[in-house]
């Protein structure tokens, strides 16, 4: 017997949040911090020193880690991006390639298991009808200079 289910967020009794990525106005995009800060009860620190990471609290769950998540389920496109206590970073999202963040937050994150004070869910964007390139410059003060460019194409079933 196989089941097959897909997760409804609409109708749900649980205090979830969607971030909408590409509705943010203009940004460094150097955290996670800058697209977490708008949830409320989610305090994400950005330290500006990348030996020590983002620290991420969701209701005063991981507050008492002195950097990095403790007591949170990370997931990028599905795939569980924090060990099974908890702990992990989020350094390694890709910031230029998000499409939404989804943040869980109160008793209902119990359902993702041990550790889970909170989940949050990044999701990459989706692959665009026609092949895209693109190029993103960004300068700022303290000698801010970033430089990107990507890459996109419609995803076909027969590889």
Do not use: C
Request: without cysteine; charged residues 20%.
């Amino acid at each position: 017997m196989v089941v097959a289910g897909k997760r409804q967020v609409d109708g749900t009794p649980a205090s979830i949040d969607r971030i909408e990525v590409g509705a943010i106005a203009a940004r460094p995009q150097l955290s996670v911090s800058e697209l977490l800060r708008r949830v409320p009860g989610v305090a994400a620190r950005a330290r500006q020193n990348l030996a020590q990471d983002v620290q991420l609290t969701i209701r005063g769950v991981g507050a008492r880690s002195t950097f990095g998540v403790r007591g949170l389920r990370i997931f990028v496109d599905g795939i569980p991006a924090t060990m099974p206590d908890g702990q992990g970073q989020v350094s390694h999202i890709p910031l230029e390639a998000l499409g939404h963040v989804d943040v869980l937050r109160g008793p209902f994150s119990a359902l993702y298991g041990n550790a889970s004070g909170g989940v949050i869910e990044f999701s990459s964007a989706d692959p665009p009808a026609q092949a895209a390139f693109g190029q993103r410059l960004a300068g700022g003060s303290n000698a801010l200079a970033r430089e990107s460019l990507s890459w996109a194409g419609p995803w076909r079933r027969d590889g």
